[in-house]
């Protein structure tokens, strides 16, 4: 049987099978950035920071805020028994700390500065990212980091007023360039009950609301939340804490510490000093900064723009304010100088990149190992005078520290005796004078009074002259002068340091006068 003819083959070739389909590059999901960079930040910011954990303290700052927070949780009152110059944020940052770990220690508020680091970090980031995208992020984030420890090791790793007041800056700035003008007001408050110079970002804040924000009722509106951010809070602290007592201690009792008259040299040798250790510090933000500015790349302008300029000239009137130019003030420079850094090697490009991040990575080693290899003199010597308080005076017992070391009480753990903790509050030397205008009348208005009165009511039982030659020593303040002639007796010296203590008789008969109030005793318990 025949079979049917097969139908003939196309002579078409078969067709490839459809190409699977891929998403466009452009609609590619970006990896995210903060999972990657801001563990990056906070490990960092830790090991930079490591030396601050290998001694007790660093300088006279932590030692003073330590002894301060002792006093508040004894019931001490702020700006009434317990003094200082400063804002109470930090202090009440101390006392916190120490509520919940005890204050033998300062591991926790050097924790604090850690996180605070980090986060300044982390908003700069934002901002570059924001501005220049992702490489400009991880470029201020990180170059901040490494530019935070190119101080003198006493400033850079203490966990002093400047550390704090980063953090309020950097969001004072990032609040604005949102345009969330409360915030910004809010931020900026809080800088400045951290240290008063923070308020100083308030002036690139107000630049910023000028150029974004339309003339007319949407100014005006804008003026009035961020006016209310600023002011309330700062207002809160004031009636917390005693309005009359909040503005002296905070603004008008520091006439004569904002002055240089007399020590014209010595503070321009320290200003000269500091700002050279500050630079070589910063040398991986300036270099790139420096190149960009002297080649003007395309867009120069529309990258380093008159905002941040604002803000570097605004904390650089903060840094000179008061003519003192301490190495910790040059750290308010740095918030805005990682900005500028940022956004030069984001105009700059190709190789410049690695070149600040070799000359930030070195500057930051040099510096640690300055922190590693730097003498602890001081503090050894802070030690010696804590331990003869303790051998002179029992735990109930207070004690007076003549000298610029506060630490000392905390190290020693006895009570001071009066809530003067430095002489330099006395007699005008805190601001590291040369020896003009230092002695009682240039001291806080009507602190001898205050002085004498404490130390006649309750006199301590172990006075400590620490002024080892300083032009605030006890022979030229006639008042500490005459007490410790009229009423204490030189027992030893140690590391140069003259320790005094109360007479028997002086101390007999105050507990006698004492014993006979408590049993009605004396002339008036017989009447």
Not at 141 to 169: H, Y
Request: overall charge positive; aromatic content about 10%; proline content about 8%.
């Amino acid at each position: 049987m025949p079979t049917a003819p097969e139908p003939p083959r196309s002579t078409l070739p078969a067709r490839p099978p459809a190409p699977r389909a891929e998403r466009p590059a452009a609609a590619r999901r970006p990896r995210p950035l903060w999972p990657r960079l801001l563990p990056v930040l906070v490990l960092l910011a830790a090991l930079t920071r490591l030396p601050s954990f290998l001694r007790p303290l660093w300088n006279p700052d932590e030692g003073f805020l330590a002894t301060q927070a002792r006093m508040l949780a004894d019931g001490g009152v702020l700006y009434d028994t317990v003094v200082d110059r400063k804002p109470p944020l930090v202090p009440w940052l101390y006392q916190g700390a120490f509520a919940l770990f005890g204050d033998a220690s300062l591991w926790p508020v050097k924790a604090a500065a850690v996180a605070a680091v980090a986060a300044t970090a982390a908003l700069l980031a934002s901002l570059a990212r924001r501005r220049w995208g992702e490489r400009a992020a991880w470029a201020a984030g990180v170059l901040f980091v490494l530019a935070s420890v190119g101080l003198n090791p006493e400033d850079a790793q203490a966990a002093n007023f400047e550390v704090f007041m980063l953090p309020f800056t950097a969001a004072a700035f990032w609040c604005a360039d949102r345009r969330r003008w409360t915030a910004a007001g809010l931020a900026v408050a809080g800088a400045f009950l951290v240290k008063q110079t923070g308020g100083a970002v308030l002036l690139p804040v107000l630049f910023l609301l000028w150029r974004s924000v339309p003339s007319g009722d949407p100014r005006r509106a804008a003026l009035l939340r961020l006016g209310a951010g600023c002011v309330l809070p700062v207002a809160a602290v004031a009636a917390a804490c005693g309005w009359s007592r909040f503005l002296f201690w905070t603004v008008t009792g520091s006439g004569a510490y904002a002055s240089f008259t007399g020590s014209e040299l010595h503070v321009l040798g320290r200003g000269l000093g500091n700002t050279a250790i500050a630079a070589a510090g910063s040398a991986g933000l300036l270099v790139p900064l420096a190149a960009a500015l002297r080649r003007r790349p395309p867009g120069r302008r529309q990258v380093l723009t008159a905002d941040l300029w604002t803000w570097l000239a605004a904390s650089a009137v903060a840094v000179v304010s008061g003519f003192h130019f301490f190495g910790h003030y040059y750290l308010q420079l740095l918030p805005p100088l990682a900005l500028l850094g940022a956004g030069a090697l984001h105009l700059l490009g190709g190789r410049w990149a690695l070149r600040s991040a070799l000359c930030a990575a070195l500057s930051c080693a040099l510096f640690l190992g300055w922190s590693a290899v730097a003498g602890s003199g001081e503090l050894d010597h802070a030690r010696k005078v804590a331990d003869a308080a303790r051998r002179h005076a029992g735990p109930q017992e207070k004690v007076l520290l003549w000298g610029m070391h506060p630490e000392g009480y905390w190290l020693a753990d006895r009570t001071p005796a009066s809530r003067y903790l430095t002489a330099g509050l006395l007699t005008n030397f805190s601001g590291g004078r040369d020896g003009h205008r230092v002695g009682q009348r240039y001291g806080v208005e009507g602190g001898w009074r205050t002085f004498h009165a404490e130390l006649s009511e309750d006199p301590p039982k172990v006075i400590v002259d620490d002024s080892r030659g300083k032009p605030y020593a006890p022979s030229r303040m006639p008042t500490l002068r005459y007490l410790l002639a009229a009423h204490y007796e030189r027992v030893e010296r140690v590391d140069g340091a003259v320790v005094y203590v109360l007479r028997p008789e002086r101390g007999e008969s105050r507990e006698t006068g004492e014993r006979q109030e408590r049993g009605g005793g004396g002339a008036a318990g017989a009447r």
